[in-house]
Structures are given as structure tokens and as C-alpha cells.
């Protein structure tokens, strides 16, 4: 069964600053993975996904991930904040095995960015 | 473009009653839907799965005593909570895919026991 695993419940940033959202997985092949957000009292929006091919993929926003097989990592990045990017950031696993797309997602990290 | 719409986006139902959700696909065919709940200050809880032509899986923690769901054709997914009491409320999500990997979701119905 597949796990995922954020370190930091809450991150503060200053605005203009670089980011950077841990994620963590837990899965015996190499899966599907995502970023998710939600703002305030929303649902869920999808920042950006990762299949196969280049481990660096591109989100909306200016957003990017990186999948290190080797660190079974997917970390989120972001090159300077805006105060708008404040919110919930969920990493999600998926498997690959037909079938089988149950989305796992880790327990969340809030982002708050101050002036 | 695909989408999923859910309504009603809130509600509140008094403890002890039902309350039904219900999941609109939109632009492809929903042959697969997934519930979710996320309790307050909590992350997404997978409550069952259930594809066209299949029995819907159940999530262990989840039954469907208590969480009832139909899905009758490629477009439309309900799902019910029986009997809610103060533990049941939480943003109730519905994730659809057609038969590729990527589920789309909607924005979710936010359902308050009082």
C-alpha cells in the first residue's frame, strides 16, 4: 500500500522568498504523484502531476516538483511566494497498477506567506 | 474541459439525521468515482471507491451502512450520510476519472452536524 508523508504541518515564508514543500512517499513501484491546494473553505485544485518522463514538471502559478526515485521524494518548489499562495498544500500518491487509482494523500502543509 | 461539479456545497444537518450528496461529471464519462472526507484540520480520507459494473469498495472505518453510495450511469454519483452525528462533519469530496489516471474533482459539499 502506498503512503505519503509531509514533514511540515506549517510553513511561513516572507513574500518574495523561495519555497520549498517537503513530500515523501512510501510505494514498492514508481507511482503517480501530485500536488494539490486548497484555499480557505474550498476543495481541492491541482497545482501539478508527475506520470513518467522528466522528474522536473511544471505547475500552474510557477510552481514545480521534482521526482527523486532515489529519495522517493517529490518536493514542491517555488522560486518567490506571493501572498496569495497562502493555503493547504496536499502531496497525493497514486498507484499505477490498473485499476487501482486510489489517490493517498499526505496530511497537508499550511503556507503562510507574510510581507 | 472535464468537470465535477457537487452540490450542495453546504449544508447542515441536525444530529442523528441523513443527508445526501450528490456528484455531477461533466465532458467525460465518470466510469470510475471516488469519495473522500476531510475532517476539520485533517487530510483526505478515501471512503470508498466505486467503478460502473463493480461493487463499490469500501474503505476500512467505512461502511455502506453509513455511507450509501449510488452510482447509476457515467455521469452521476450520490452518496449518503445516514444517521450523522457530530464526528460525520467534514468537506465530503467526489474525484472522477473516465479511464485514464487523472481524477478530476469537484469542489466538494461541507456538511455541519448540529
Known amino acids: 500500500a502506498q503512503s505519503v508523508t509531509q514533514p511540515d504541518a506549517r510553513v511561513t515564508v516572507s513574500e518574495g522568498a523561495s519555497l520549498q514543500l517537503r513530500c515523501k512517499y512510501s510505494y514498492s513501484g514508481t507511482p503517480y504523484l501530485f500536488w494539490y491546494v486548497q484555499y480557505p473553505r474550498q476543495g481541492l485544485q491541482l497545482l501539478l502531476k508527475y506520470y513518467s518522463g522528466d522528474p522536473v514538471v511544471q505547475g500552474v502559478n510557477g510552481f514545480e516538483a521534482e521526482f527523486i526515485k532515489s529519495n522517493s521524494s517529490f518536493h514542491l518548489r517555488k522560486a518567490s511566494v506571493h501572498w496569495s499562495d497562502s493555503a493547504v498544500y496536499f502531496c497525493?500518491?497514486?498507484?499505477?497498477?490498473?485499476?487501482?487509482?486510489?489517490?493517498?494523500f499526505g496530511a497537508g502543509t499550511r503556507l503562510k506567506v507574510i510581507a | 474541459g472535464a468537470l465535477v461539479y457537487q452540490y450542495p456545497r453546504r449544508t447542515i444537518c441536525k444530529s442523528g439525521t441523513s443527508m445526501r450528496m450528490e456528484c455531477q461529471a461533466v465532458?467525460?464519462?465518470?466510469?470510475?468515482v471516488a469519495w473522500y472526507r476531510q475532517s476539520p484540520q485533517k487530510t483526505f480520507e478515501l471512503i470508498a471507491l466505486s467503478t460502473v459494473n463493480s461493487a463499490i469498495k469500501y474503505e476500512q472505518n467505512f461502511t455502506q451502512e453509513k455511507f450509501p453510495i449510488s452510482h447509476p450511469n457515467l455521469s452521476f454519483s450520490s452518496m449518503t450520510v445516514l444517521n450523522a452525528y457530530l464526528e460525520d462533519r467534514g468537506l465530503y469530496l467526489c474525484?472522477?476519472?473516465?479511464?485514464?489516471?487523472?481524477?478530476?474533482f469537484g469542489k466538494g459539499t461541507r456538511l455541519t452536524v448540529v
Open positions: 465532458g467525460f464519462q465518470a466510469t470510475s
Open positions: 474525484g472522477a476519472r473516465e479511464s485514464g489516471t487523472e481524477v478530476f
Open positions: 497525493a500518491v497514486s498507484a499505477r497498477n490498473t485499476g487501482n487509482y486510489k489517490y493517498v
